[in-house]
């Protein structure tokens, strides 16, 4: 008996090691990795989030109503044909969206109401909020692209809490350095979050990966037109920082791979059986779950407190949003 679940370990091994390049061999691995004794979970809650994010896009929209509303800057709505859905002038949302006024109804960022009027709320509804259409798409795709790939992977528990952290730790973060009287939406930061998980997941699980350069060039594909799009008005990079910082080292916690030859004690014998995890896995998991945990605290406590990081920063702001002759930055 034992010598046969010897060889089943074996086998089974193998099939493991057999994944076939990026997406190929049937599989769904973003890097080479496909275990085809591995359980493939139905993904469900990245196209439930995708309908939510576009759901709550329609109502931005429907509220703001261009035509009766008007904008600050003057100027016409885009897209007239569509009527109360039509868009702020470019010079005042030049990502085809609603005005500033309306994102803030519906829980945008605002750091002295986050900080002297107790709505720390905003620090998770600004999640759902997009800044406008182009907004929208490029992050709906991505995640489609992104999102439905590790939801396949590793399930929808632990990709939701990668997706909801993540996004929390961008508004955290954007919320320290956005400045009195501006407003910005966090979508993009529960993002960056997967694909902060994407890379630490990557790296933790490095020798198993056949195409480890097609991961490499998706992440700095998608990551360079979100921040792109992170120096127009409302999007903001600091959520994009804040979101990949805090996916990565949910990734070291959440998304390790057990290693090869392992597998559950009542399916072998426990006679020559590695353990589950590698032992620079465990480091990495207290490592990053205490830098996760400072990092949180620390944050949360200088922000109730009225730090603002543009006090001893005077550039950052630049990083968030550039004022050209085409747009300005505090509409």
């Not at 010079?91 to 002297?116: C, F, I, Y």
């Not at 390790?256 to 465990?282: C, D, I, S, V």
Request: aromatic share 12%; with cysteine; glycine share 14%.
């Amino acid at each position: 008996m034992a010598s046969n679940g010897a060889g089943e370990e074996k086998s089974r091994v193998a099939a493991a090691g057999g994944g076939g390049g990026y997406g190929g061999g049937g599989g769904y691995g973003y890097g080479g990795y496909e275990g085809r004794d591995e359980r493939k979970w139905w993904p469900w809650l990245v196209p439930t989030v995708i309908v939510a994010c576009i759901a709550v896009f329609i109502v931005e929209m429907y509220i703001n109503n261009c035509p009766k509303h008007g904008s600050a800057l003057g100027g016409g709505c885009v897209a007239g044909f569509l009527r109360r859905f039509s868009f702020q002038p470019l010079r005042e949302n030049p990502l085809l969206g609603p005005s500033s006024s309306t994102l803030q109804k519906m829980g945008a960022l605002d750091w002295n109401k986050v900080v002297h009027q107790h709505q720390g709320w905003r620090l998770i509804s600004c999640i759902w909020l997009h800044a406008g259409l182009i907004h929208l798409v490029v992050n709906m795709l991505s995640l489609l692209f992104i999102g439905i790939r590790l939801e396949q992977q590793f399930g929808f528990v632990r990709i939701g809490a990668i997706y909801l952290i993540s996004g929390f730790g961008g508004s955290v973060l954007s919320a320290l350095f956005l400045r009195n009287n501006y407003i910005s939406v966090g979508a993009s930061g529960a993002l960056f979050g997967l694909l902060g998980s994407m890379l630490s997941e990557l790296i933790m699980n490095w020798t198993i990966y056949s195409n480890k350069a097609a991961a490499i060039i998706t992440l700095l594909f998608i990551i360079a037109i979100n921040l792109a799009i992170g120096i127009l008005p409302h999007a903001d990079n600091f959520a994009h920082i804040g979101g990949f910082v805090t996916g990565f080292l949910l990734g070291f916690v959440l998304l390790a791979r057990p290693q090869f030859g392992w597998m559950e004690r009542h399916e072998l014998p426990q006679t020559n059986q590695p353990p589950k995890y590698k032992a620079y896995q465990y480091v990495l998991w207290v490592v990053a779950f205490a830098l996760l945990l400072v990092g949180f605290v620390v944050s949360l406590v200088m922000l109730f407190k009225g730090k603002n990081g543009n006090d001893g920063c005077h550039w950052c702001h630049y990083l968030n949003c550039v004022p050209t002759s085409k747009w300005k930055c505090n509409t």
